[in-house]
T-cell receptor
Framework: GAVVSQHPSRVICKSGTSVKIECRSL??????MFWYRQFPKKSLMLMAT?????????EQGVEKDKFLINHASLTLSTLTVTSAHPEDSSFYIC?????????????FGPGTRLTVL | AQRVTQPEKLLSVFKGAPVELKCNYS??????LFWYVQYSRQRLQLLLR??SRESIKGFTADLNKGETSFHLKKPFAQEEDSAMYYC??????????????FGQGTILTVHP
């Protein structure tokens, strides 16, 4: 299957700083990328959907000014957690899809562990 | 709004025993259902989808629209099946096309 990478795999930052997480599709063009948040032993919660070249669509309850998403190319999407606080500490997972019709598969990245002190 | 429920957080069976991971969904339209698996220290990966009607690693899942269920089954569990399993639903069309709603996940442990 297709490969999706995330960088960094883990990051620790101070409260009030901003953190950028990159999601890359390594061997295919991702027309759509998804960002999820996963709490310990809990399900994945979809945060936003981004399509290359357009603004991200955020799920209800997700602050778009807090979680900035950019999908500047068909192989890269970034999630920036602005003014991070301890409650933002979580596991962030991206997925990428390159389907254009019918059912298309999402390929998941390995996740990024964010710890805000 | 759509919802996916996996009633069992933990499921333990012995090697060679049958296993069934339950998944129920609520959605007013025609959903697409998936099972994803996450092995220890690995990323989430697709196990199977209902439209393919395929068997992967011995697992099968049938969509029962009457019972709004998509249970995952395997007749003879193996130790390497131990993992976290997520049932997921995707809308078949509209602006939410492709978005996945995940269940809470079931941790399957297969004992030797």
């Amino acid at each position: 299957g297709a490969v999706v990478s995330q960088h960094p795999s883990r990051v620790i930052c101070k409260s009030g700083t901003s953190v950028k997480i990159e999601c890359r599709s390594l061997d295919f063009q991702a027309t759509t990328m998804f960002w999820y948040r996963q709490f310990p032993k809990k399900s994945l919660m979809l945060m936003a959907t981004s399509n290359e070249g357009s603004k991200a669509t955020y799920e209800q309850g997700v602050e778009k000014d807090k979680f900035l998403i950019n999908h500047a190319s068909l192989t890269l999407s970034t999630l920036t957690v602005t003014s991070a606080h301890p409650e933002d500490s979580s596991f962030y997972i991206c997925s990428a899809s390159g389907g254009t019709s019918g059912t298309f598969e999402q390929f998941f990245g390995p996740g990024t562990r964010l710890t805000v002190l | 709004a759509q919802r996916v429920t996996q009633p069992e957080k933990l499921l333990s069976v012995f090697k060679g025993a049958p296993v069934e991971l339950k998944c129920n969904y609520s959605y007013s339209g025609s959903p697409e259902l998936f099972w994803y698996v996450q092995y220890s220290r690995q990323r989430l990966q697709l196990l199977l989808r209902h439209i393919s009607r395929e068997s992967i690693k011995g697992f099968t899942a049938d969509l029962n629209k009457g019972e709004t269920s998509f249970h995952l089954k395997k007749p003879f569990a193996q130790e390497e099946d131990s993992a976290m399993y997520y049932c997921a639903l995707s809308r078949a069309g509209g602006t939410s096309y492709g978005k996945l709603t995940f269940g809470q996940g079931t941790i399957l442990t297969v004992h030797p």
